[in-house]
């Protein structure tokens, strides 16, 4: 049978018989101690110590200033769009390779987004293609770019780190910086992923990470917002808190908020996790190391990291020479109870987007027939 190597090898990795699933977390620090710390505190709800301790914790991992504990990373790039001041009617620019939440958070503001191509090389956004954008359709005016064809103004770029691989950041801040155009790093799969020495998340204005179950490192469900500027940092925490103007005893709300804070429950798992990150990432480096020497004998393309770049290598991926062989890999493993997944279908192909701008896509439609996930777990 094909790829009866690739089965075997993957098998022997993760030394089991039994079903192996893509990303799986795993909970050998604190995580039990701390859970049950907020249990003994009874602060469960979204005031607690967990909360402030992994706010910190975050801020510090990922070198900016401060940082906003949210419940999901979806919520938390919603906030940092409006934080970064995107209106209903506004455009924003971002790839068409991604994960749904994405483009959700853009359309939660009443935004439409802008789908353009990724690199080949990085899978994600093209400075050269964001560029080519707005060359074309980008007007400067008094109060920022606007596309001269639909009138809108283009409020902010969300460049995503696709499976923890950092993108070409410097490219991309120079392009944005030229239009004046705000950047919000969806950094969601890029927890302990660096460009050139900084970590991924701190190169925009904010950043946005996810701790859901099968990121990095996981609290259930849970998000960060990072940002370097105090303010926008303390509008975060405000339109988050249902917008809640502190007072000893009244219900006072200046304008309409989210209940989009963490839970402690949740932190106290954030925080035990965050402990064990870099053991997590030595951890997944090992069996990248492994995966790119055994691919190599079997003829297939394994991704990894670029120059002056260290990925977290959080899902791990190997690239198939065409659509039919990417299809023949995904039957042969998941049939062995292997789990692989083919990467995103591009955005512009789902029913509520369809009607957005793409560009020609090149990159992204070549990655879509030949990437595939494979099980990338820390193993015990
Ligand atoms: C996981 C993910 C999100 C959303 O995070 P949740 O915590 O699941 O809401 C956003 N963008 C990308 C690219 C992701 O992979």
């Given at each position: 049978m094909a790829f009866q190597e690739t089965i075997q090898f993957i098998r022997d990795k993760?030394?089991?018989?039994?079903?192996?699933?893509?990303?799986a977390p795993v909970f050998n620090g604190n995580e039990r101690k701390y859970v049950m710390d907020t249990l003994d505190s009874t602060f469960v709800s979204s005031v607690g110590a967990f909360v402030d301790l992994s706010e910190k914790m975050m801020a510090d991992i990922s070198q900016t200033k401060k940082a906003v504990a949210v419940v999901n990373g979806t919520a938390g790039l919603q906030?940092?769009?409006?934080?970064?001041g995107l209106q209903r009617g506004d455009e924003v620019i971002t790839q068409a390779l991604s994960f749904v939440a994405t483009a959700n958070a853009i359309h939660y503001n009443g935004a439409e987004?802008?789908?353009?191509?990724?690199?080949?090389?990085?899978?994600?956004?093209?400075?050269?293609?964001v560029s080519d954008f707005l060359e074309e359709f980008g007007e400067r005016r008094e109060k920022g770019t606007y596309n001269k064809r639909t009138g809108r103004k283009i409020s902010a770029c969300v460049p995503m780190h696709t499976f923890g691989f950092p993108l070409h950041l410097d490219d991309l801040l120079k392009v944005c910086k030229d239009w004046n155009i705000p950047i919000v790093e969806d950094a969601a799969e890029s927890l302990g992923s660096y460009y050139k020495g900084k970590h991924t998340g701190s190169f925009g204005q904010i950043g946005v990470f996810s701790f859901n179950g099968n990121k990095i490192v996981t609290s259930g469900g849970g998000g960060m917002i990072v940002t370097n500027d105090e303010?926008?940092?303390?509008?975060?925490k405000h339109l988050t808190t249902t917008a809640k103007v502190p007072h000893p005893y009244e219900y006072v709300h200046d304008q309409i908020g989210y209940n989009f804070r963490m839970p402690n429950l949740n932190a106290a798992l954030v925080c035990a996790q965050?402990?064990?990150?870099?053991?997590?990432?030595?951890?997944?480096?090992?069996?990248a190391a492994d995966y790119a020497v055994f691919f190599k004998t079997q003829g297939i393309t394994f991704r990894k990291e670029l120059e002056n770049t260290q990925a977290n290598y959080w899902l791990m991926c190997v690239e198939l020479e065409n659509l039919e062989e990417r299809n023949s890999f995904l039957k042969a493993t998941n049939n062995s109870k292997i789990m692989t997944r083919p990467i995103w279908q591009l955005m512009y192909r789902l029913p509520m987007y369809q009607h957005c701008f793409k560009d020609g896509q090149k990159n992204a439609g070549y990655l879509e027939e030949r990437i595939v996930n494979i099980p990338s777990s820390v193993r015990n």
């Open positions: 993760f030394s089991t018989k039994e079903f192996i699933p893509l990303h906030i940092a769009l409006q934080l970064a987004p802008v789908f353009l191509d990724v690199d080949y090389d990085t899978m994600g956004l093209s400075p050269k293609a303010d926008l940092w303390k509008l975060g965050l402990e064990q990150l870099q053991s997590f990432l030595a951890n997944k480096r090992q069996l």
